[in-house]
Nanobody, 124 residues
Framework: QVQLVESGGGLVQAGGSLRLSCVCS?????VGWFRQAPGKEREFVAN????????NYADSVKGRFTISRDTAKNTVYLQMNSLKSEDTAVYFC????????????????????WGQGTQVTVSS
């Protein structure tokens, strides 16, 4: 089964930018980014289809975050600009179960494989 490893998190001031990476051990189909802030439920951020032609975003990040992928490197990126304190969270990438790899779910329950997460902290 595909394994996913996130990186790129860190501490940044409000208004700054970060780029997260999600390296997949092999082809993963749709890949999604989710985040979980302290005391809150994990929530959908963005997802991208197998060839990078279709994307979805949560309303809270539209216009600020961009998801993309390099299929040759089996890597999905999340470029985060104009960061706000409310973006502070642990960010996870995930892939749906193999039978659902061609879909683009926004419900985290549809995702079967998860990375370990990377912390993003935005200081105001």
């Amino acid at each position: 089964q595909v394994q996913l490893v996130e990186s790129g998190g860190g501490l940044v001031q409000a208004g700054g930018s970060l780029r997260l990476s999600c390296v997949c051990s092999r082809y993963a189909g749709t890949v999604g980014w989710f985040r979980q802030a302290p005391g809150k439920e994990r929530e959908f951020v963005a997802n991208i289809d197998w060839n990078g032609r279709s994307t979805n975003y949560a309303d809270s990040v539209k216009g600020r975050f961009t998801i993309s992928r390099d299929t040759a490197k089996n890597t999905v990126y999340l470029q985060m600009n104009s960061l706000k304190s409310e973006d502070t969270a642990v960010y996870f990438c995930a892939a749906p179960a193999p039978g659902r790899a061609g879909t683009m779910p926004t419900d985290l329950r549809e995702y079967a494989r998860w990375g370990q997460g990377t912390q993003v902290t935005v200081s105001s």
